[in-house]
């Protein structure tokens, strides 16, 4: 048994080099076990497919056909295929000129929107950026006492309103204005999500997109959710339109496929990473970690 691609590869290649120069049916045969692996990390089965054309594309081109150690060589081009790829866009947060920055936070019910929320108004303040959050959750009950409580424990301000008043895109016009007149560098909108995608919460975010222009409109996906991560961002990105994404949960034993799948299929960059429940599990995203772990 290999416990990963590189190995999986390299094994490959020794009994194929036993048998002379290698062929193009053996490449195929090798770049089959890539898509395997590939599918095994959760990457869409389309991705997967042109990802291994382009592999293969590189892979006849002569540097592992002529190579001494054709495993690596291949292990070598897909992990620099995969680099590229997740590489696409801009992976930083870079606040605007104006004051305050808009970064609306958007996501299904679940996948750490609140959680996120906090990490990044966290990791703002690190930056000594100052920032506030704004509660226009107002779908799930507890959302705006969960945000009310992680700002208290940040010392980040919080914007709330009585959920039976207001809209949330009246809840966010005020709270970004209250930003404003405390000429605070970032306001974090916090938005309502569902369990699945449906018609009346897209139009509940076209109208706080609408109310608050953000600078930044960011989905937060749980990569142990795999191909539904997919096409929530699909379906996010071509209503409400995507600046960024962060990709939560990948302390759990998610291969990241999804990332692959979502820039390929989207083109829009991931940001950050959640990597635990605390309110500093959150790191930058960096393409070429994220290839390893997918090969391993
Ligand atoms: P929301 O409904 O999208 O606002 O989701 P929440 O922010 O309430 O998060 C849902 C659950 O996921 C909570 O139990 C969070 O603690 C947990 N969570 C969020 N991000 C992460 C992460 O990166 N890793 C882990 N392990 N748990 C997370």
Redesign the pocket.
Known sequence: MFDNLTDRLTGIFSRLQGKGRLTEKDIDDALGQVRRSLLEADVNFRVAREFVATVKERALSGEVLESLSPGQQVVKIVHEELTDVLSAGDHRLTPASQLPSVLMLV??????????AAKLALHMKRQQHSAMLIAA?LR?PA?IA?LQTLGNQLDIPVYSEDPGSSTPAQVATAGVRRAAELALTWAIVDTG?RLHIDDELMAELEEVKRAVSPHQTIL?VDSMTGQDAVNAAEEFHRRVGLDGLVL?????DARGGAALSITRVTGVPIKFV????RND?LEQFHPDRMASRILA
Do not use: N, P, Y
């Open positions: 996501g299904l019910q679940g996948s750490g929107k609140t959680t996120t959750d799930r959302a969960q999500g937060v939560s949960k990948m302390d759990g959640g990597t635990g429940e599990a």
